[in-house]
C-alpha cells in the first residue's frame, strides 16, 4: 500500500514564473492538505481539499491555488513565483473529519526560486 | 487562532539523557498532536491527545495534555539516536487544519 506520493521531488524556477506540484493521497484517504516549510520553521497550512472543492484556506496570497480531481489527487499551483516561495512544500491525506483524525504526509517537494 | 508556542527551540542531550519538550497555548485547545520530523524527512504523526490531564505512553515516550487543556508536554526517557529530529506539537483548528508550533530540535551526542 503506497503512502503520499508527490512530485517532483525537487524544481528549481525562476521569479515570476508559475509552477504546479502534484500529491496522490494515501490509498482509501479523500482529503488533502498543503503545507508550506520554510528552512528551520514548522509546516503553515496553505488550504485543504475535500470533494474537489477547497474546504479551508490559511493565509496565503491568491497567487496560491489548488485543485483536488475525482481519484482524490491534488495539485498545487503557485503563479508569479517570488524569491520568498522557496521552500519545502508538503501535502497531507486523511480521511474526512469523523472517520479518523492522524494526517500522513508526503515526502515533499523541494522548490527553490531563483 | 489557536497559536502553540515551544520550548526549547533546541537541545542537545547525550545518548542515555532524558529529553523534554513543552507546549502552550493562550488559549483552551480542543485536542493536540504530536508529530516528529527527522532531518531531511517529512512529519510523521505520533499521537493525538484529547481530554483533560490525559496521558500516553509509547515505550519510552511520555505525552502529556494539561488539566487546563492549554499545555502539552512530550518526554523521551533514555534517549537513542534515533529519537534525533524536530518534534512539534499541533492544534487543530476546523476541519483538521494543522497549525504546528515552532518546533524542538533535538541532537543527540553518541
Known amino acids: 500500500d503506497a503512502g503520499v506520493t508527490q512530485s517532483p521531488t525537487h524544481l528549481i524556477k525562476t521569479r515570476g514564473q508559475q509552477v504546479t506540484l502534484r500529491c496522490s493521497p494515501k490509498s482509501g484517504h479523500d482529503t488533502v492538505s498543503w503545507y508550506q516549510q520554510a528552512l528551520g520553521q514548522g509546516p503553515q497550512f496553505i488550504f485543504q481539499?475535500?470533494?474537489?472543492?477547497?474546504?479551508q484556506r490559511g493565509n496565503f496570497p491568491d497567487r496560491f491555488s489548488g485543485h483536488q480531481f475525482p481519484n482524490y489527487s491534488s495539485e498545487l499551483n503557485v503563479n508569479a513565483l517570488l524569491l520568498g516561495d522557496s521552500a519545502l512544500y508538503l501535502c497531507?491525506?486523511?480521511?474526512?473529519?469523523?472517520?479518523?483524525?492522524?494526517?500522513?504526509f508526503g515526502p515533499g517537494t523541494r522548490l527553490t526560486v531563483t | 487562532g489557536q497559536q502553540v508556542m515551544q520550548i526549547p527551540q533546541y537541545q542537545h542531550v547525550q545518548e542515555g539523557e532524558d529529553f523534554t519538550t513543552y507546549c502552550n497555548s493562550s488559549?483552551?485547545?480542543?485536542?493536540i498532536q504530536w508529530y516528529k520530523q527527522r532531518p531531511g524527512g517529512h512529519p510523521v504523526f505520533l499521537i493525538q491527545l484529547v481530554k483533560s490531564g490525559e496521558v500516553k505512553k509509547q515505550k519510552r515516550l511520555t505525552f502529556q495534555f494539561g488539566e487546563a487543556k492549554k499545555n502539552s508536554s512530550l518526554h523521551i526517557t533514555a534517549t537513542q539516536t534515533t529519537d534525533v529530529g524536530t518534534y512539534f506539537c499541533?492544534?487543530?483548528?476546523?476541519?483538521?487544519?494543522?497549525?504546528f508550533g515552532q518546533g524542538t530540535r533535538l541532537t543527540i551526542n553518541p
Open positions: 497531507a491525506s486523511s480521511y474526512a473529519p469523523g472517520r479518523g483524525y492522524e494526517q500522513y
Open positions: 499541533v492544534s487543530i483548528q476546523g476541519a483538521q487544519k494543522l497549525v
Open positions: 481539499y475535500y470533494e474537489e472543492e477547497e474546504r
Open positions: 488559549t483552551t485547545l480542543s485536542n
